[in-house]
């Protein structure tokens, strides 16, 4: 149980497009789901935290109007990379827990990878 | 959340037990210990947590010393497929968010 989808798992867009990543929770609800990106040979760096119903909250140095975050239901968040460069190419990787089970671990999907050429 | 620190890489010979070795020297009361994995293009895999006693489960053991200011993640018969960056973090259960370090790169050699 506890799976995490994330739908695609690789995309190629043209610099200026905007580019859709679905994040999935299969077997569980989840009103929290997390947003990571992860550069080449780079450990994984925390962008915004999803809140079903609500604006997400964005760490430090992310912006939000570039990275547009949609939680609009239990089981699904999405990212939309909006107007992407090339320095926008990275793996990108959604991650949630079992809403009512704040014991359990976090559950991750096995990542977008993003190529903006 | 309690600094961890891990070894930059590791080598370990297929079907021997790996040990991975891990500091926090800071971990408060609350926090537990966690391992994630991540194999090449993956996204990270929950292995194992604990607090005090020493976990085990059918991916591996976590063996925490009694100080608390360290523990050891054993793969027991380590198999190619477990090359990976193995991540330790301290966090307190229920943390909304984790926060990944570079990790231990290990190397399963056939």
Not at chain 1, 28 to 49: D, E, G, I, N, V
Not at chain 1, 81 to 92: G, K, L, N
């Amino acid at each position: 149980g506890a799976v995490v989808s994330q739908h695609p798992s690789w995309v190629i867009c043209k610099s200026g497009t905007s580019v859709k990543i679905e994040c999935r929770s299969l077997d569980f609800q989840a009103t929290t789901m997390f947003w990571y990106r992860q550069f080449p040979k780079q450990s994984l760096m925390l962008m915004a935290t999803s809140n079903e119903g609500s604006k997400a909250t964005y760490e430090q140095g992310v912006e939000k109007d570039k990275f547009l975050i949609n939680h609009a239901s239990l089981t699904l968040s999405t990212l939309t990379v909006t107007s992407a460069h090339p320095e926008d190419s990275s793996f990108y990787i959604c991650s949630a827990r079992v809403t009512q089970g704040v014991n359990s671990p976090l559950h991750f999907g096995n990542g977008t990878r993003l190529t903006v050429t | 959340d309690a600094k961890t620190t891990q070894p930059t890489s590791m080598d370990c010979a297929e079907g021997r037990a790996a040990n991975l070795p891990c500091n926090h020297s800071t971990i408060s009361g609350n926090e537990y210990v966690y391992w994630y994995r991540q194999i090449h293009s993956q996204g990270p895999q929950y292995i194992i947590h604990g607090l005090k006693n020493n976990e085990t489960n059918e991916m591996a053991s976590l063996i925490i010393t009694e100080d608390r200011k360290s523990s050891t993640l054993i793969l027991p018969h380590a198999t190619l497929r477990d090359t990976a960056v193995y991540y330790c973090m301290a966090i307190i259960q229920g943390a909304q968010k984790l926060v990944f370090g570079q990790g231990t790169r290990l190397t399963i050699n056939p």
